[in-house]
Protein backbone atom coordinates (compact mmCIF):
# COMPACT_ATOMS: atom_id res chain seq x y z
CA UNK A 1 0.00 0.00 0.00
CA UNK A 2 1.18 3.49 -0.87
CA UNK A 3 -0.89 6.91 0.12
CA UNK A 4 0.76 9.78 -2.64
CA UNK A 5 -0.25 12.96 -1.56
CA UNK A 6 -0.31 15.98 -3.90
CA UNK A 7 -1.63 19.72 -3.81
CA UNK A 8 0.39 21.61 -2.20
CA UNK A 9 2.17 24.80 -2.99
CA UNK A 10 3.05 28.50 -2.19
CA UNK A 11 0.10 30.72 -1.72
CA UNK A 12 -0.21 34.25 -0.24
CA UNK A 13 -2.07 34.70 2.78
CA UNK A 14 -6.08 34.27 2.50
CA UNK A 15 -5.07 31.69 -0.57
CA UNK A 16 -6.51 28.27 -0.68
CA UNK A 17 -5.03 24.80 -2.20
CA UNK A 18 -6.62 21.57 -2.18
CA UNK A 19 -4.74 18.52 -1.22
CA UNK A 20 -5.59 14.74 -2.51
CA UNK A 21 -4.50 11.92 -1.25
CA UNK A 22 -4.32 8.80 -2.82
CA UNK A 23 -4.42 5.13 -1.76
CA UNK A 24 -2.76 2.86 -4.55
CA UNK A 25 -2.46 -0.83 -3.28
CA UNK A 26 -5.42 -1.07 -1.01
CA UNK A 27 -8.55 -2.66 -1.44
CA UNK A 28 -11.78 -1.05 -1.28
CA UNK A 29 -13.21 -2.42 1.89
CA UNK A 30 -9.92 -1.36 4.00
CA UNK A 31 -10.00 1.95 2.56
CA UNK A 32 -14.15 2.30 3.21
CA UNK A 33 -13.80 0.46 6.59
CA UNK A 34 -10.50 2.66 7.64
CA UNK A 35 -10.26 5.85 9.47
CA UNK A 36 -8.37 8.99 7.32
CA UNK A 37 -6.97 11.65 8.71
CA UNK A 38 -4.46 14.50 7.53
CA UNK A 39 -1.36 15.63 9.56
CA UNK A 40 0.53 18.19 9.83
CA UNK A 41 4.09 19.38 10.68
CA UNK A 42 5.87 22.82 11.33
CA UNK A 43 9.16 23.48 11.44
CA UNK A 44 10.58 22.60 15.24
CA UNK A 45 6.95 21.11 16.01
CA UNK A 46 5.37 18.19 16.21
CA UNK A 47 2.73 16.61 14.24
CA UNK A 48 -0.51 17.41 15.15
CA UNK A 49 -4.01 16.46 13.65
CA UNK A 50 -5.71 18.62 11.33
CA UNK A 51 -8.84 16.85 10.51
CA UNK A 52 -9.75 12.95 10.37
CA UNK A 53 -13.40 10.83 9.42
CA UNK A 54 -13.74 8.20 12.09
CA UNK A 55 -14.61 4.74 10.79
CA UNK A 56 -18.36 5.88 11.54
CA UNK A 57 -18.13 9.19 9.19
CA UNK A 58 -18.09 11.54 11.99
CA UNK A 59 -15.57 14.21 10.97
CA UNK A 60 -13.27 16.24 13.88
CA UNK A 61 -11.10 19.41 13.09
CA UNK A 62 -8.53 21.06 15.21
CA UNK A 63 -9.96 24.39 16.17
CA UNK A 64 -7.41 26.15 14.66
CA UNK A 65 -8.42 25.34 11.34
CA UNK A 66 -12.49 25.20 11.78
CA UNK A 67 -14.68 26.85 9.13
CA UNK A 68 -11.65 27.02 7.15
CA UNK A 69 -10.52 23.54 6.20
CA UNK A 70 -12.89 20.51 4.80
CA UNK A 71 -11.82 16.99 5.15
CA UNK A 72 -13.50 14.38 2.24
CA UNK A 73 -13.01 11.52 0.82
CA UNK A 74 -14.22 9.45 -2.44
CA UNK A 75 -14.64 6.02 -1.84
CA UNK A 76 -14.81 5.35 -5.31
CA UNK A 77 -11.58 6.66 -6.55
CA UNK A 78 -9.91 5.90 -2.64
CA UNK A 79 -8.79 9.30 -2.13
CA UNK A 80 -9.03 11.32 0.80
CA UNK A 81 -9.00 15.30 0.15
CA UNK A 82 -8.54 18.51 2.31
CA UNK A 83 -9.70 21.84 0.92
CA UNK A 84 -7.77 24.59 2.37
CA UNK A 85 -9.52 28.02 2.46
CA UNK A 86 -7.99 31.28 4.10
CA UNK A 87 -4.89 29.88 4.33
CA UNK A 88 -3.24 31.90 6.77
CA UNK A 89 0.86 31.98 7.74
CA UNK A 90 1.10 29.56 10.71
CA UNK A 91 -0.83 26.83 8.25
CA UNK A 92 2.82 26.40 6.42
CA UNK A 93 3.76 22.74 7.36
CA UNK A 94 4.32 20.11 5.53
CA UNK A 95 0.73 17.68 5.21
CA UNK A 96 0.88 14.29 5.76
CA UNK A 97 -2.34 11.80 4.68
CA UNK A 98 -3.01 8.49 7.06
CA UNK A 99 -4.98 5.97 7.18
CA UNK A 100 -5.78 3.45 9.68
CA UNK A 101 -7.49 0.67 10.90
CA UNK A 102 -7.17 -1.38 14.23
CA UNK A 103 -4.70 -3.75 12.33
CA UNK A 104 -2.38 -1.59 10.03
CA UNK A 105 -1.06 2.38 9.47
CA UNK A 106 -0.36 3.59 6.31
CA UNK A 107 1.56 7.24 6.08
CA UNK A 108 2.34 8.87 3.09
CA UNK A 109 5.53 11.14 2.07
CA UNK A 110 3.65 14.72 2.47
CA UNK A 111 3.25 17.38 0.53
CA UNK A 112 4.64 20.98 1.57
CA UNK A 113 2.12 23.55 2.24
CA UNK A 114 4.04 27.62 2.20
CA UNK A 115 1.90 30.41 3.42
CA UNK A 116 3.42 34.17 2.62
CA UNK A 117 1.80 37.01 4.17
Known amino acids: VQLQASGGGSVRTGGSLKLSCAASGMIWSSFTGSRKAWYRQAPGKQRELVAD???????NYQDSVKGRFTISRDNAKKKVYLQMNSLQPEDTARYYCNIQSESWDYWGEGTQVTVSS
Open 53 to 59: ITVDGNI
